[in-house]
């Protein structure tokens, strides 16, 4: 399984963009990147996720390096909705669907 | 409700005594997974199934028991619960059939063993 590393904690202020970058350079070439964030007391939820290209969503962007290496999660403008732990997941979904998680990035919003 | 639940949200139970957590999910999505989080380590998988009748182990299955005997059910049970259970477990769903690979979380179930 591909690991991860992600910083442990990262700070933003509201309204401004926050960039939370991803190491994964044992990626495979058949895993997809997926991004969870999980706010306090609740489960897990689904961001995005992207293969090769960047993506976008309603919640955020995925940018994916050219080399597949690292990516990174793109809040456009924070708000104080947005302080969660943000994971940063390869996924194979031929590995039946499982999802190995890490520690994520703890990212508190400042008013 | 729509979406997926989990029942109780709390518990606290007696080392020696089985438990049973509760996952019910309205979409009829094939895959459902356990989880548990512990501080310190990241979501770990406990079992997951892919259909009805069809389950497996992930990383961490000993001591904890599923069933699935309908597609929208996956009770996890404890068959004889120990402090190391002590944990939050999230139950989550998925559809491949959507194409994108978004699992559904539960609100998690708040397990404490004495």
């Known amino acids: 399984d591909a690991k991860t590393t992600q910083p442990n904690s990262m700070e933003s202020n509201e309204e401004e963009p926050v960039h939370l970058p991803c190491n994964h350079s044992?990626?495979?070439?058949?895993?997809?990147i997926h991004w969870y964030r999980q706010l306090p007391s609740q489960g897990p939820e689904y961001v995005i996720h992207?293969?090769?290209?960047?993506v976008n969503n309603r919640m955020a962007s995925l940018a994916i390096a050219e080399d597949r290496k690292s990516s990174t999660l793109i809040l456009h403008r924070a708000t104080l909705r947005d302080a969660a732990v943000y994971y940063c997941i390869p996924y194979n979904a031929g590995n039946n669907r499982k999802l190995i998680w890490g520690l994520g990035t703890s990212l508190a919003v400042n008013p | 409700d729509a979406g997926i639940t989990q029942s109780p949200r709390y518990k606290i139970t007696e080392t020696g005594r089985q438990v049973t957590l509760m996952c019910h999910q309205t979409?009829?999505?094939?895959?459902m997974f356990w989880y548990r989080q512990d501080l310190g380590h990241g979501l770990r998988l406990i079992y997951y199934s892919a259909a009805a009748d069809i389950t497996d182990k992930g990383e961490v299955p000993d001591g904890y028991v599923v069933s699935r005997s309908k597609t929208e059910n996956f009770p996890l049970t404890l068959e004889s619960a120990t402090r190391s259970q002590t944990s939050v477990y999230f139950c989550a769903s998925e559809d491949p059939g959507l194409g994108s690979y978004e699992q559904y979380f539960g609100p998690g179930t708040r397990l404490t063993v004495t």
């Open positions: 992207g293969l090769t290209s960047n």
């Open positions: 044992t990626i495979s070439g058949t895993d997809y």
């Open positions: 979409w009829s999505h094939s895959y």
